[in-house]
């Protein structure tokens, strides 16, 4: 059985900025106001459940606050390069050079920030830090760029 939440009908969105390195258009800094999709496929409990929506909700909003009107770096990239300097980021990116406020940015553990790998991070987020019970066979997170254009990340357990 599948049970999803759709972030659009329940308000698991953020916005952010991010730049997407050597990409012809997506190089250059840019935002988006996404939305997060989420599926849990397994078999119901005792109550007839997959899992409680309230739990998950919970956990999918916790992960986006961070997330909300951030400037998004992949602190994994061997592309771009990240020094922090008297409480700035300064990055460096394809001959570009930008200066940030460190409050205002977001380093993630991945080597882009593109929809498809901050999917497969908060897939793999959800199934580490949430006490999923041992029904469940897999967690799908989907990430909207825009209407219509959505990446999506299955986390397999």
């Known amino acids: 059985m599948i049970i999803e939440i759709d972030g659009g009908h329940t308000g698991i969105r953020f916005s952010s ?16 106001s996404y939305i997060v999709r989420m599926r849990l496929e397994g078999e119901p409990d005792e109550n007839g459940m997959v899992m409680d929506f309230v739990v998950l909700k919970r956990k999918l909003r916790s992960m986006i606050d ?17 020094e922090e300097k008297e409480g700035s980021l300064e ?9 940030f406020p460190a409050e205002d940015v977001l380093l993630l553990d991945i080597p882009t920030t593109t929809a498809e790998e901050m999917a497969r ?16 066979k897999c967690v799908s997170i989907g ?12 986390k397999v357990l």
């Open 17 to 32: 900025c991010h730049f997407i390195p050597m990409h012809e258009k997506c190089s250059r800094l840019h935002g988006h």
């Open 66 to 82: 961070e997330m909300d009107h951030k400037v998004l770096l992949p602190a994994g990239s061997k592309i771009v390069k990240i």
């Open 91 to 99: 990055v460096m990116s394809c001959g570009k050079r930008y200066v």
């Open 121 to 136: 991070m908060m897939a793999e987020k959800m199934a580490r830090e949430t006490d999923l019970p041992k029904t469940i």
């Open 143 to 154: 990430l909207d760029e825009e209407r219509g254009q959505t990446a999506w990340y299955t």
